[in-house]
């Protein structure tokens, strides 16, 4: 049983969605998985189909339009599931707190588990916070696992 | 006391399949993350993702997908174990085909058009590794008078001495099979492709982790095929293999993806030219 | 969707959606194409999903409080994003730019430029499945975004602008980092050069893939790199004197495909990195940075070249702290009707090429494009 | 003749360029923009950098004698380290952590 969550903290795969940022935050995810931060060091691997990820990082403050279809992202990837705001904007909307057109942040439409800030969050703050995600996971093994033995 | 020895050999690489598959893989990602200067994910990567891949929530697209998934781990198996009781060579071609067959279905059954279009693209891909397969089995013919693998073990010089050109083409082959560029148009193990995940699209939980393993069986066994066909030992067999495999992983990072038409232009014209002129030379020059 | 459109659909051509998450596309846009077995019969841009609304807000704030939401209408590009809406402040102000500041500026506008083109050329290999050099040119950006922090603390948004001048001076042995650190990325970026212009694979993949003639890019207002590889010599920053000092003349070639836009904007690094030289050499001593309190009034338009092409920011002023209207107009927005001129008849594989060869952005395109509700 | 090829092979010998992060943790740099604390001792609650905070993360209570502040909404800008003429507000160079939830940190004058 122990294995099971040994694997989930050791595979973390990530589909990334962007709900408006500015790109500065995408480009950083995308830095974070190029050589000098290589977050396939982790098992990392951003696999850009909902059904296969563990991990959603969501980047920008959320709009009226996207909203769906984050939410449909959210519902389409199994359990265990984890989402990550990655950067100031995803956590709260910062600059764009007055957009017309924003809702302030991607916990008004999914919950969120782990808060990543910085405006460009950079790449060492994300691993930070994959760090932070992956214990949560761990967690989150386990309960799925007692759920599992009590469903027997 | 010798026959039980041989026995014991075919038993143990029918076992230990899974797990030097696995390790390939992993040997296969490390290596592309150095030729990136990245440092690469452990060794043992490939089993963690399995395992984690059998815990999560599955998501059933439609109720044929997880046999057809099945399906393509159960042919590949089978492939190898009839390697491991040297049967016809053809025959084992054929089950391997099928399943190939079974994961382009299992693509198609779903109504992503992603999935649909990778399907077709994997059919594709066998359509250019398959007529090279069996040239080469012909080869083997030609030279042994029989498709048994055992006569290849029986033959008194290494194949490799006689078709070598074969032997080269089939890096196109482990190209082709490791779903690596210029040839990874049905799908590839990263997201970095049009078609997202291609054939692998629709498949999640424990039916992914199906596929996953029959993939890296998939490669184990064109790789066992390249080490048997050329060498009586096995070690040395291996060795050749790795040799090739390792050509492939430099050639992924060599190139830019091609579409589907290089790729049979590849396979069908610089494919069959190699094997043509090697099994022409062969009989012009009575070297058997 | 347009009429048009769904005449093809009953036809029984295959509608494949292209994102809005796709991971050949960090950004979330749309591209519906309408296929004919892999051939592309129809494509419809479908936009909005990054509008946030920065314009309107631009007008809610102080004016002051603008500068940085200006740099975030794209983290790529921001740095000239924000240098613009100064300078259309500035205009509205009377505000005199210190001469050092203005050498400042364009050393930062390349940098932006160098990090830009060198993250594109990245994506661009990504996008072929060329993940050897995505990753390769990627570890040499890093270069850039270490030295920008060197200066400014930031690797992405440079937060260095302001109304007047600059926040940050570039000294003596910071300007010596600079020089060293750009000759390391001149060397590391020159090895690369027989992959683009001879590498046959990388070639066959981009040569006469998406066609955009002169007179066609002249005619859909194309702009940047897009119409620099149409063979036309248009470049905003030969309007800016401070660039004409330094002889600056536009990267142009005349092949008008995607392997023409590739070259554009490889030799553009190497370019910039010379202008950076240059400005480093040139620049005078001085103040940086000349307060003015007055409020904006009146209007005008600014031109600058983003890395993408044209970018043109217009602003009402009206006296008082805030601003009665922001108008942004960036190069994507200008590029997507030559995007979809380029893409009609290719087929489903040469899609990622062809669009990633206008480096199509959408964080800056969808302030202003309107925003139908989706049917379904 | 694949153009790469001396390139993936130097790679493949030499050293990977990737730091080791976390388990390495380079020197930050000392320009690098770090989490902001506030110093009450000089804070006159004059509320410029409220003010000035183009995001809106920090609110300065006069009454409550306190300051508050959302590193989660910051951009880093420091525009209120410019303008806070008390010179009251400070940064390190350590990155701000990423936490499981939004927090606020609150500055307060101490009660004599
Ligand atoms: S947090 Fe900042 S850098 Fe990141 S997407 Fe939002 S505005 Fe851009
Ligand atoms: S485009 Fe529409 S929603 Fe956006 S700021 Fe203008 S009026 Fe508002
Ligand atoms: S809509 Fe505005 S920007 Fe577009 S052509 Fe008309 S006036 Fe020009
Ligand atoms: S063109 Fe692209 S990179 Fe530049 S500001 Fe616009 S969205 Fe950002
Ligand atoms: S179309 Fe409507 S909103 Fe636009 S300018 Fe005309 S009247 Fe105004
Ligand atoms: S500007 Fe300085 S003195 Fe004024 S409230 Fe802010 S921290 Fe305090
Ligand atoms: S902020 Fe300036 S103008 Fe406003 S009340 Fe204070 S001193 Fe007067
Ligand atoms: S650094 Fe900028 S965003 Fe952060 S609190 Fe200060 S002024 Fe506001």
């Known amino acids: 049983m122990k294995l099971m969550t040994k694997a989930r903290l050791k595979s973390p795969w990530v589909l990334h969605f962007d709900t408006g940022s500015c790109n500065g935050c995408d480009i950083e995810i995308l830095a974070a998985l190029t050589p000098k931060f290589d977050a396939e060091r982790f098992g990392i691997v951003n696999i850009g189909d909902p059904k296969q990820a563990d991990i959603l990082l969501i980047t920008g403050p959320a709009n009226h339009r996207n909203k769906t279809v984050l939410k449909n992202l959210y519902d389409q990837m199994p359990e265990p599931k984890l989402v990550m705001a990655i950067g100031e904007c995803a956590c709260s909307g910062a600059i764009f707190h007055n957009c017309p057109n924003t809702l302030g942040g991607v916990d008004k439409v999914v919950p969120v588990d782990v808060y990543v800030p910085g405006c460009a969050a950079r790449p060492e703050q994300i691993v930070d916070g994959v760090v932070l995600a992956l214990q949560k996971l761990a967690e989150k093994s386990e309960q799925l696992e007692k759920k599992e033995k009590k469903g027997e | 006391m010798t026959q039980e020895i041989d026995m014991a050999l075919r038993v143990l690489y029918v076992l230990s399949a899974p797990i030097l598959a696995g390790l390939l893989t992993g040997i296969d990602r490390k290596l592309t993350a150095r030729m990136q200067s990245r440092m690469g994910p452990p060794l043992l990567q490939p089993f963690y993702d399995l395992i984690k891949l059998w815990g999560k929530e599955p998501f059933i697209t439609n109720n044929i997908q997880p046999t057809l998934a099945f399906g393509y781990l159960a042919f590949t198996v089978t492939g190898i174990s009839l390697i491991a009781l040297q049967e016809d060579l053809l025959f084992i071609l054929y089950t391997v085909l099928i399943a190939d067959v079974c994961l382009a279905v299992a693509a198609y059954s779903t109504k992503s058009p992603y999935s649909n279009l990778g399907g077709k693209r994997e059919l594709l891909a066998m359509l250019s590794i398959e007529p090279i397969m069996v040239l080469t089995a012909i080869g083997v013919h030609l030279i042994t008078g029989s498709f048994q693998i055992s006569s290849i073990f029986a033959y008194p010089t290494p194949l490799i001495f006689i078709l070598p050109a074969a032997l080269a083409v089939q890096v196109i082959v482990l190209v082709i099979d490791m779903k690596k560029s210029p040839f990874d148009i049905s799908g590839s193990s990263h997201a970095h492709q049009s078609l997202v995940r291609g054939v692998y699209t629709e498949f999640s939980g424990y039916t992914q982790a199906l596929v996953e393993l029959g993939h890296w069986l998939k490669v184990y066994f064109t790789m066992s095929l390249i080490a048997l066909f050329w060498a009586q030992n096995f070690l040395i067999g291996g060795a050749i293999a790795f040799v090739l495999f390792f050509v492939a992983i430099l050639i992924d990072n060599l190139y830019p993806r091609l579409d589907w038409k290089d790729m049979l232009k590849t396979s069908w014209t610089f494919g069959f030219i190699m094997i043509l002129v090697n099994l022409i030379v062969i009989v012009v020059f009575k070297v058997i | 969707m347009s009429s048009h459109n769904t005449a093809t659909i009953q036809k029984e051509y295959t509608v494949f959606p292209f994102g809005p998450q796709h991971p050949v596309l960090p950004e979330p846009i749309q591209l519906r194409f309408t296929l004919d077995e892999e051939k592309i019969v129809d494509v419809v841009p479908q936009l909005g999903y990054v509008h946030r609304g920065i314009e309107r807000a631009a007008e809610l704030n102080d004016y002051k409080r603008n500068i940085y939401l200006c740099e975030r209408v794209c983290g790529i590009c921001n740095y000239i994003h924000g240098m613009t809406y100064c300078r259309v402040i500035e205009d509205l102000t009377d505000t005199e730019v210190p001469e050092r500041a203005k050498y400042l500026r364009i050393i930062w506008q390349e940098m932006g430029r160098l990090q830009s083109h060198l993250l594109w050329l990245g994506l661009f290999a990504d996008a072929i499945g060329f993940e050897s050099l995505f990753m390769q040119i990627w570890r040499d950006r890093e270069i850039i975004l270490t030295l920008n922090e060197k200066t400014n603390g930031h690797r992405i948004h440079l937060s260095t602008n302001a109304i007047g001048g600059a926040r940050k001076d570039i000294d003596a042995s910071l300007a010596k980092e600079y020089r060293k650190d750009l000759e390391l990325v001149r060397e590391k970026i020159k090895v690369l050069e027989p992959v683009f212009y001879k590498d046959k694979s990388f070639r066959q993949l981009t040569e006469g893939k998406g066609i955009l003639p002169k007179n066609q890019a002249n005619f859909m207002g194309a702009v940047g790199p897009t119409i620099r590889g149409s063979g036309i010599p248009q470049d905003m920053r030969t309007l800016d004197p401070t660039c004409k000092a330094l002889d600056f003349k536009p990267v142009v070639y005349e092949s008008c495909d995607s392997y023409a836009r590739t070259l554009v904007r490889f030799d553009e690094v190497f370019q910039s990195i010379e202008l950076i030289n240059k400005a480093l050499d040139q620049m005078p001593d001085g103040p940086i940075l000349n307060k003015n309190e007055k409020f904006p009034e009146g209007t005008t338009i600014v031109r600058t070249e983003q890395p993408r092409g044209e970018l043109i920011y217009y602003v009402e002023g009206n006296g008082t702290n805030k601003l009665s209207r922001v108008k942004i107009r960036t190069p994507t927005g200008a590029n997507i009707p030559s995007l979809v001129s380029m893409l009609i008849g290719h087929e489903l594989p040469d899609i990622p090429v062809i669009v990633h060869s206008i480096d199509p952005c959408i964080s800056c395109t969808e302030r202003y494009v309107q925003v139908k509700k989706e049917a379904s | ?112």
């Open chain 4, 1 to 112: 003749m694949p153009e790469m090829l001396k390139e993936i092979l130097k790679n493949l010998v030499s050293k990977p360029a990737t730091v080791n992060y976390p388990f390495v943790k380079p020197e930050p740099l000392p320009a690098t923009r770090g989490a902001l604390s506030w110093d009450m001792d000089r804070c006159d609650q004059c509320q410029d950098c409220e003010r000035v905070c183009p995001s809106m993360a920090i609110k300065v209570l006069p009454e409550e004698k306190r300051v508050e502040y959302q590193p989660f909404k910051c951009l880093f800008c420091f525009l209120c380290i410019d303008n806070c003429m008390q010179q009251a507000i400070s940064n390190s160079t350590t990155l701000t952590a990423p936490g499981y939830e939004k927090r606020v940190e609150v500055f307060e004058i101490k009660k004599q």
